[in-house]
């Protein structure tokens, strides 16, 4: 059988009316599925808007859309780098499972691997059409690319904007390719007006598809540097350039939430924005800001993967609500299946939860645990309020054994500046037996196990 086949054999047979109708009736053959629409940022940080008390960048649209909607304090991205942390958003599962494990470069030849079955070709099975705009960085070679995983159109670019440096072994990466569908159509991409023609791109979408439902997966590349804003927006921002680039970034989100009212399909569409992992603060004054939390992109401290979030879906989210509960990107594969009535596969582990409920305030998170991972190891645990770290970045990127495991309580202190492990060994020994327990689920051969191999040598 091919692998084509085996996937839409596996789609079909996957599907259903699930909790959705049971919840909402929101799935319901006499009326239209929601739309989803993700805006995904890159590199940006837990402080980098106006609402969580940045003093110089201006977001009124996305305070805005925090007015109409509902915030969580708590939201996680499941890795603390790009490609990783995209995976999981787009699976519902760790990347430890599907074996992304670390950032793909253009040397790569591989990609998210096609066994893994992705939101978008779930939502298909539901009639949803399907759009990915923006930045990509699961595959760049053309059984990688969003059009092959479940995407109907694609406009972006295929990784990381600053994948061009020349001198790279063990082989020069070219310019930064603009793709539209398959193909490239810019080579050298200018990044000046990418989020501009990002923002076209999304809009154009929702109105040719305001009739039907879609799922809109909008990942900005910035602000990843290096950075780059359009005539309009630069030297604008109080906050220099880094402060230019988010402010066009909400500007954005000020064009989709305004192309949904002017199409008349506000109501009905669930927008959901946040970003991939933490500021990249070893870029200085170029990168963004974790606010109170500790750490930054590439470390499992707070700063590398707690992220701001924000879902506004008039329909039946309340408005102007903040929510303390933990919830990770992970969830939002579940909860976007489950309004759509389409039910989660039943073959392979899923980590994402249903957060309807967390949304509108009805429960608590729906998780006990949450596992923090860099590369293949497992570097944190956390569970209620408290979590516990077994390495540690001691500067960007270089990683040490802690001398004993650190155990912080994220409510009291969230920065993470005060190890509780001495005073509560009680709960030191409980975290320690689940991260135990979790290894051990996750030992032997991995299904996605090559691809981790290639990139932790062991």
């Known amino acids: ?27 319901s053959s006499s009326q239209k599925p929601p739309n989803f629409i993700i805006i995904f940022c890159d590199d940006m940080g837990y402080g980098d808007w106006e ?32 490609s990783p942390s995209r995976a999981a958003l787009l699976t519902g599962r760790y990347p430890i499972r599907t074996g992304v494990v670390h950032v793909f470069f ?14 978008p070709q779930l939502l298909k099975t539901r009639g949803y059409t399907t759009a990915c705009v923006g930045k990509w960085h699961l595959g760049h070679l053309p059984e990688y690319l969003p059009t092959r995983r479940g995407f109907d159109y694609y406009f972006g670019i295929p990784y990381s904007n600053d994948m061009d440096w020349a001198q790279r072994q063990p082989e020069p990466d070219p310019p930064i390719p603009l793709m539209r569908q398959e193909e490239i159509i810019e080579q050298p991409c200018d990044q000046d007006t990418i989020t501009k023609r990002y923002t076209e791109e999304a809009v154009k979408f929702i109105e ?11 990942a900005h590349t910035m602000p990843h540097i290096p950075l780059h804003v359009s005539d309009a927006f630069r030297d604008t921002s109080k906050r220099g350039l880094y402060g230019d680039v988010i402010e066009e970034i909400d500007w954005s ?34 990168g963004g800001s974790a606010g109170l939390l500790r750490g930054a992109k590439g470390s499992t401290w707070e700063g590398g993967v707690r992220e701001p979030f924000i879902a506004r879906f008039p329909k039946m989210l309340p408005a102007g609500k903040i929510v303390s509960e933990v919830a990770t990107t992970m969830d939002l594969f579940t909860t976007f299946l489950t309004l759509a009535g ?6 392979r582990l899923i980590d994402g939860k249903d957060l309807l409920n967390v949304l509108t305030g009805k429960s608590q998170s729906p998780h006990e645990t949450l596992y923090y991972f860099f590369n293949d190891e497992l570097t944190a645990v956390r569970s209620g309020k408290y979590k516990l770290h077994f390495k540690k970045t001691i500067k960007a990127y270089t990683w040490a054994d802690c001398e004993a495991p650190e155990l912080y309580d994220l409510e009291i202190d969230p920065s993470e500046q ?28 991995n299904e996605n196990q090559d691809l981790i191999d290639v990139f932790v040598r062991k």
């Open 1 to 27: 059988m091919k692998r084509r086949d085996f996937v839409h054999k596996s789609i079909l047979g996957l599907t259903g009316m699930g909790l959705a109708t049971r919840l909402f009736n929101c799935a």
């Open 51 to 82: 609402y969580a008390g940045h003093p110089t960048i201006r977001t009124p649209n996305l305070n805005r859309m925090a007015n109409e909607g509902v915030i969580l304090t708590q939201f996680y991205s499941a890795a603390a780098v790009c």
């Open 106 to 119: 253009p040397f790569h030849k591989v990609g998210l691997p096609l066994s893994e079955i992705t939101l």
């Open 208 to 218: 040719d598809n305001k009739d039907q439902p879609f799922f809109l997966y909008l």
């Open 253 to 286: 989100v000020g064009q989709i939430l305004d192309a949904l009212q002017r199409t008349g399909i506000d109501e009905n569409t669930l927008v959901v924005f946040t970003s991939d992992n933490g500021p990249w603060s070893t870029q200085k004054q170029n």
């Open 342 to 347: 389409v039910a989660s596969p039943k073959d």
């Open 418 to 445: 005060y190890d509780l492990a001495e005073k509560q060994p009680e709960i030191v020994e409980r975290l320690i037996r689940l991260a135990d327990d979790f290894r051990k689920e996750l030992a032997g051969r």
